[in-house]
């Protein structure tokens, strides 16, 4: 990853894969729907989720989805 990004970056970044559960969506989701908003991205159905500097997978992690 060193090619791709500098080192203060990939040293504040942290990567995990989850095992036997998921993430949830958001507790916030059902105020979006009632305000009109579809289509929003299901949480359990994704390979992976960046939030800021955090990768959160749910799947082994391999180059893949580092790069999503």
Avoid at 36 to 45: A, I, K, S, V
Wanted: glycine share 4%; proline share 6%.
């Amino acid at each position: 990853m060193n090619s791709f990004f500098r080192a203060e970056l990939l040293n504040s970044a942290r990567a995990g894969a989850l095992e036997n559960e998921r993430v949830g969506d958001p507790e916030f989701y059902p105020m979006l729907h009632e305000l009109g908003f579809r289509n929003l991205p299901d949480f359990q159905t994704m390979v992976a989720i960046t939030l800021n500097d955090i990768i959160v997978s749910h799947e082994p992690l391999d180059a893949r989805i580092l790069f999503h």
